[in-house]
């Protein structure tokens, strides 16, 4: 059953595996930095500033997919 | 007052750095974007011209660039028309902004590298932040022309007369390559011409003995694989700033389309993310920018250069 819907899938689907990729990446990103400020809130900014920068590379990827990947 | 100017000459520079390379782009652009907008729905992927004056094409994100830049100047220059020592209004706000940005980038950069280099990051996240939030002022995008059908019915206009200045790959590239200039520029003062190709090729670490000389060709291919992602640097910031405005804008415009009856409602939730989104890709563009000159201006071995609150994480790479 799960063969033949694989095989009958048709589109952007590097896409659609980059942006669940970023998307798992991105909320792992998150979580960590809860975590991170929940046991040392006095570093908020520094681990605000990792974060943000791991995020932008993780989504980066998504990126890359829609425009340079054809 | 001087870094002031300093930073108004900066907003100034990358205002009016696209001019070049959109005119440039639109020769090959803008026939695919009239065939593609013909078929599909939704925002055009390239800017569309406005105006033409000779070679030089006007497009509709330059429009809403040049308004913001010359906004911000003008805002600016009224705002420091008489400086008082307590300061008050208008005053306050740029003020805070700069203030609050200089503490940031010398968080990160140390005090040193982020008082040479302030003029450009304060510029870039200034301009960003404010061309982004412009690009959702409702009417943006919105207002334009198009072309009747045969029975003389509007269905949709062709040409907006303002778009989101970052949903341009001209702004968004013009910026990323001013800053590989300026981080060019940057890493040749700090380190000088041996000592930037040492700090990209040259064996980190202290190993002595024949481990030395394998390190030597360990860090020659390590070198070569940093000098292709240093080269990627440009595409990428300006793909993932372009990617994400030009994805909010079109995000909205399918939101406001998707239930009829509701277009009023629905995007307004959206709207809040695209104020957030536009925030912190602003934030996004001025930290990594922010990050790449510093890998590349820290020294490893002098150790005595270090800024007082050094950041001993950042300088091992």
Same mark, same amino acid.
């Given at each position: ?13 590097? =896409?659609?595996?980059? +942006? ?5 990446? !991105? &909320? ?8 991170? !400020? &929940? ?17 932008? @590379?993780?989504? #980066? ?10 | ?20 390379? /959109?005119?440039? &782009?639109? /020769?090959?652009?803008?026939p695919a974007g009239h065939a593609e907008h013909a078929e599909k729905e939704g925002i055009p992927l390239y800017a569309a011209p406005v105006a033409k004056f000779g070679p030089l094409v006007l497009t509709n994100s330059m429009v809403i660039t040049w308004a913001v830049a010359i906004l911000l100047i003008i805002g600016a220059q009224l705002a420091m ?16 902004? =700069? ?10 950069? #140390? /005090? ?15 301009? !960003?932040? /404010? ?15 198009? $072309?009747?059908?045969?029975? #003389?019915? @509007? $269905? ?17 590239? +013009? ?25 990209? @090729? ?19 291919? =390590? ?5 292709v992602s240093i080269a990627f640097r440009p595409v990428s910031l300006s793909f993932r700033l372009y990617g994400n405005i030009f994805a909010g804008e079109n995000m909205l415009e399918t939101m406001a389309t998707l239930v009829p009856g509701f277009g009023w409602l629905i995007p307004i939730p959206f709207y809040f993310m695209e104020l957030l989104v ?5 934030? =996004?563009?001025? %930290?990594?920018?922010?990050? @790449?000159?510093? %890998? ?8 005595? $250069?270090?800024?007082? $609150? &050094? ?7």
């Amino acid at each position: 059953m799960l063969i033949p819907m694989l095989a009958e899938l048709t589109g952007n689907v590097h =896409v659609a595996a980059a +942006a669940a990729g970023a998307a798992i990446g !991105v &909320g792992m990103i998150g979580m960590r930095a809860s975590e991170a !400020v &929940g046991r040392n809130p006095g570093a908020a900014t520094k681990i605000l500033v990792q974060a943000i920068l791991s995020t932008a @590379f993780a989504e #980066g990827i998504v990126f890359f997919a829609i425009f340079l990947v054809k | 007052m001087r870094t002031f100017l300093l930073f108004l000459v900066g907003v100034l520079g990358i205002a009016f750095a696209p001019l070049a390379f /959109a005119a440039e &782009g639109h /020769a090959v652009a803008a026939p695919a974007g009239h065939a593609e907008h013909a078929e599909k729905e939704g925002i055009p992927l390239y800017a569309a011209p406005v105006a033409k004056f000779g070679p030089l094409v006007l497009t509709n994100s330059m429009v809403i660039t040049w308004a913001v830049a010359i906004l911000l100047i003008i805002g600016a220059q009224l705002a420091m028309r008489n400086v008082r020592m307590v300061p008050q209004g208008a005053q306050n706000f740029w003020e805070w902004l =700069v203030e609050g940005l200089d503490d940031f980038l010398g968080g990160i950069m #140390g /005090a040193d590298l982020a008082r040479k280099t302030f003029w450009f990051f304060a510029t870039l996240f200034i301009l !960003v932040l /404010a061309t982004n939030w412009a690009g959702l002022i409702p009417g943006v995008g919105s207002i334009g022309w198009g $072309h009747p059908d045969e029975n #003389g019915h @509007f $269905h949709h206009f062709t040409t907006s007369l303002l778009r989101g200045a970052n949903a341009d790959l001209n702004m968004t590239l +013009a910026m990323s390559l001013v800053f590989f200039a300026c981080w060019i520029v940057w890493a040749l003062q700090a380190n000088g011409p041996g000592g930037f190709v040492m700090h990209i @090729f040259g064996p980190k670490g202290d190993t002595t003995g024949i481990m030395k000389w394998g390190m030597i060709v360990v860090f020659l291919a =390590v070198g070569v694989l940093e000098v292709v992602s240093i080269a990627f640097r440009p595409v990428s910031l300006s793909f993932r700033l372009y990617g994400n405005i030009f994805a909010g804008e079109n995000m909205l415009e399918t939101m406001a389309t998707l239930v009829p009856g509701f277009g009023w409602l629905i995007p307004i939730p959206f709207y809040f993310m695209e104020l957030l989104v536009g925030m912190v890709q602003a934030l =996004v563009f001025m %930290l990594l920018t922010a990050v @790449f000159t510093l %890998l590349i201006c820290s020294h490893d071995e002098e150790h005595a $250069h270090e800024p007082a $609150h &050094g950041h001993a994480g950042e300088h091992k790479h």
